[in-house]
């Protein structure tokens, strides 16, 4: 994890506000969201693994599957992912078992992150920062 300073720390929006504006950039909510907190992932490429700008925030008021939640974001961070080989080795299986493999956890969750993304990640965030503190 490579944390990635930023002018959006601390900066409260609503939800609905954010996605809208941030979304069309190729951001997405991701999965491992909670009531209270989550994560806007843009991914930045998938070599052995994915690498991610994510984006975390909390809410302020009331919860992230309320209408008009507030949400305030915290620091950015670049992450990997190293996902387990072989997943796909088993299609043959069926539809059910595939269904289970698909949330497999990852190899490594805190893979070491390519030093060519970085700038990149960095570069994200700025073009963040200028979307959404005009």
Do not use: C
Not at 19 to 44: A, C, M, T, V
């Amino acid at each position: 994890m490579i944390p990635v300073p930023s002018k959006l720390v601390g900066e409260v929006f609503t939800l609905a506000d954010l996605e809208r504006q941030i979304k069309p950039l190729g951001y997405q909510i991701g999965s491992n969201w909670d009531y209270d907190h989550g994560y806007f992932d843009y991914k930045i490429a998938d070599e052995v693994g994915y690498q991610f700008l994510r984006v975390p925030f909390e809410a302020k008021q009331g919860s992230l599957d309320s209408f008009g939640t507030t949400v305030e974001i915290k620091q950015p961070f670049l992450l990997s992912h190293k996902y387990q080989r072989g997943l796909d080795d088993h299609v043959h299986l069926g539809n059910f078992k595939a269904s289970f493999d698909q949330f497999q956890e990852p190899q490594d969750p805190d893979a070491e992150f390519p030093e060519e993304y970085v700038e990149i990640g960095r570069e994200l965030v700025r073009e963040l920062e200028n979307k959404l503190l005009r």
